[in-house]
């Protein structure tokens, strides 16, 4: 059973900074793209950052480029987002994502996605 564990997030002021860590467990194949995404009260889900296998091409939603970073560490099937400079409007339930497919390397920031994360709330405060 596929299982994506996350931690980190929590509260922070503007201007602050915080590293979300994902791991995907029980699978013995790496996993080809894995994302974060987000989802604010009142708002859709938007794909925030993704990273896919081939390169390590990563992507970004435009307000996090220049803020966000993600990497992965391929042997242990995880995937990491380091927010920098962090604004009230990245606010939101962040969720790990992770696909085994080669198809969701042409829309990382939508999908397809296989796994889903329970989520972890980042709070940030002006």
């Known amino acids: 059973q596929v299982q994506l564990l996350e931690s980190g997030g929590g509260s922070v002021q503007a201007g602050g900074s915080l590293r979300l860590s994902c791991v995907a467990t029980?699978?013995?194949?790496?996993?080809?793209?894995m994302g974060w995404f987000r989802q604010a009260p009142g708002k859709e889900r938007e794909g925030v950052a993704a990273i896919c296998t081939g390169g390590g091409s990563t992507y970004y939603v435009d307000p996090v480029k220049g803020r966000f970073t993600i990497s992965r560490d391929i042997a242990k099937n995880a995937v990491n987002l380091q927010m920098n400079s962090l604004n009230p409007e990245d606010t939101a339930m962040y969720y790990c994502?992770?696909?085994?497919?080669?198809?969701?390397?042409?829309?990382?920031?939508?999908?397809?996605?296989?796994?889903w994360g329970q989520g972890t709330q980042v709070t940030v405060s002006s």
């Open positions: 994502a992770a696909s085994w497919e080669v198809v969701t390397a042409r829309t990382p920031l939508v999908g397809p996605y296989n796994y």
């Open positions: 029980g699978s013995t194949y790496t996993t080809y793209c």
